[in-house]
């Protein structure tokens, strides 16, 4: 299923006014599909990352996620949508120092209830996916910074999230590899059919997405992305190993 904002009016309090920070937007991102939103700083790009991922309610409009929408839901409901329907790669990934990258990820499923050794077999197959499963054992301070941004992305996806929402997650980065993680999250996209929504200020690596979302002043504008076949897993390990 995917994932659709209809009419969402987000304000903030500023003096006796109110700032608007998304105004009127509607956006659907169909399942196996990755739609890059883009944008100056203050435009509106983190609060409709913010939206998409119930984090905060929007004034007007609706969020659905995977079919069920969010309006009236309680906050118990919302955190538990969150955790079986959406995975959220934030811009640092904020690894835990003490566990190794296959226990980064076996976190997500305990905090799920699901059975420890379930959870070892689907970390593992993860992180073969993101090419990292030779470092299963390795903990962050013996990752390079693409490789713990690929434990992140393979931490966002360990509960099978029907929509995966991603923030500016090549900045940090340098070219090679920021173009390398684009390319990953294309392909994990396409492979797990999510609803994939990628927030980032580096317009350089977007030839992959499906769609380019512009957000100037809180409205959208929306156009082709440049797609490019997705490189195969093989030969994008080579690229970013």
Known sequence: MSLNLTGVTLTYPDGDTRLTALDDVTLDVPPGTLTAVAGPSGSGKSSLLAVAATLITPDHGTVTVDGTTTTGLTRGELTGLRRRKIGIVFQQPNLLPALTAAEQLQVMARIDGRSPAGARAVAMDLLDAVGLAAQAGRRPHQLSGGQRQRVNIARALMNEPTVLLIDEPTSALDHERGAAVIDLIASLTRERATATVLVTHDRVHLSAVDRIVEV?????????????????????RKRIS
């Open 216 to 236: 100037h002043d809180g409205r959208l504008s929306t156009k082709d992305g440049r797609s490019e076949p997705p490189s195969s897993f093989r030969s994008m």
